[in-house]
C-alpha cells in the first residue's frame, strides 16, 4: 500500500510538473519575426525611411557606405513596400550609385558573391535593365548583375570575370520578368558555379568558370549599371537589398525570403546601427 501511494505521488509530480512548464514555458509567437542570415553579409540597404535621405543618399545599416541619388526617385511608403519603407525608380535616370570606403568594401576581389533584393517591376521598357549591378563599366570586364531584358523577354543573374560570361539565351529565364508583383530575387557564384533563385527556388544553375571577380574599378549601382548611362534603369521598387561574401544555400535563400531584416540585439557590436533602424514588419 505504501508503495502504490509513493508511485501515486510521483506521478501526481510529473503531471503537475509537465502542467507547469506547458503553461509557463515561453511560446513562439505565431508571427514571430525571421531574421536574414547575417554569416558573410557584408552590406545590407533596408531603404528604411531613418536610413535615407531621398534628394541626397541611403545610407548601408552595417558599414555605412552611403549610396549617392541622382535623379528623382521616390521613398515609398510601408504600404507600397515589401518590409517597412523602399525605393522607387521611374525608369529614367533614377538609380543609386554607392561610394566606397576605404579601405574599399565593394572594389575588391570577390572570390564568392551573393546578391539578392526585393523588386517589383511596374513597366517594361525594350532594353537592358539592371535592378543591381556591381561591375567595373564602362571596361565591362567584371560584372554581376540581377537584370532582365525585356526586348529579348529574359531576367537572370549576369556574370562576367576572366574572360568568361554569362550565356543570356541559354543562362537566363527565358521570359520577361513577371510585372506588378513582388520577387525575392537572388543570384550567387563561386568562381565556376552560378545559381539563380526567384522567390526561393532554383530557376536555373550553370557553370562559368571565370573564377574571383577582380578588384580594379569595381562600382556597385542600384537601378542601374554604375556608371549611370540611364540606359539600363528600371521602372519599379527594390527593397532589402544584402551582399554577402559567400554563396548562399538553397536554404539560406528561402529563409531570407522570409526574413523581416536582421535578427540582431540592439547592442550587437557588428552592427553600426540602432534597434530603431532594424525593420520590424512584413507587407
Not at 44 to 50: L, R, T, V
Not at 52 to 62: E, M, S
Not at 197 to 222: D, E, F, H
Request: net charge negative; proline share 4%.
Amino acid at each position: 500500500m505504501f508503495l502504490k501511494s509513493i508511485k501515486a505521488c510521483f506521478g501526481w509530480i510529473q503531471m503537475t510538473t509537465a502542467f507547469l512548464f506547458i503553461l509557463f514555458a515561453p511560446l513562439q509567437p505565431a508571427d514571430a519575426l525571421v531574421g536574414a542570415v547575417e554569416d558573410g553579409l557584408v552590406a545590407y540597404w533596408s531603404f528604411d525611411k531613418d536610413t535615407v535621405q531621398i534628394k541626397k543618399q541611403a545610407t548601408d545599416l552595417l558599414s555605412g557606405l552611403a549610396a549617392a541619388v541622382f535623379g528623382d526617385p521616390e521613398l515609398a511608403p510601408a504600404a507600397d513596400c515589401k518590409v517597412g519603407e523602399c525605393i522607387l525608380f521611374d525608369g529614367s535616370v533614377d538609380r543609386f550609385l554607392v561610394e566606397d570606403a576605404e579601405p574599399p568594401k565593394i572594389n575588391r576581389d570577390w572570390h564568392e558573391i551573393t546578391l539578392e533584393c526585393w523588386v517589383y517591376i511596374t513597366a517594361l521598357d525594350d532594353s537592358w535593365n539592371r535592378i543591381i549591378s556591381l561591375d567595373d563599366m564602362p571596361t565591362n570586364s567584371a560584372v554581376a548583375s540581377l537584370y532582365y531584358d525585356d526586348d529579348d523577354n529574359q531576367h537572370g543573374f549576369f556574370v562576367r570575370a576572366g574572360g568568361k560570361s554569362t550565356q543570356a539565351a541559354q543562362d537566363n529565364v527565358l521570359e520577361d520578368i513577371p510585372l506588378e508583383q513582388w520577387l525575392h530575387l537572388a543570384g550567387t557564384y563561386d568562381g565556376e558555379t552560378v545559381h539563380y533563385y526567384v522567390n526561393g527556388q532554383q530557376k536555373k544553375k550553370y557553370t562559368m568558370k571565370g573564377g574571383k571577380l577582380p578588384k580594379g574599378g569595381l562600382l556597385l549601382g542600384i537601378g542601374d549599371r554604375s556608371d549611370g548611362c540611364d540606359c539600363d534603369t528600371i521602372q519599379g521598387y527594390i527593397d532589402e537589398f544584402r551582399i554577402y561574401e559567400r554563396v548562399l544555400s538553397a536554404a539560406e535563400v528561402k529563409n531570407n525570403m522570409d526574413a523581416e531584416g536582421l535578427d540582431v540585439s540592439p547592442s550587437a557590436d557588428q552592427l553600426s546601427v540602432t534597434w530603431g533602424h532594424i525593420k520590424a514588419r512584413r507587407r
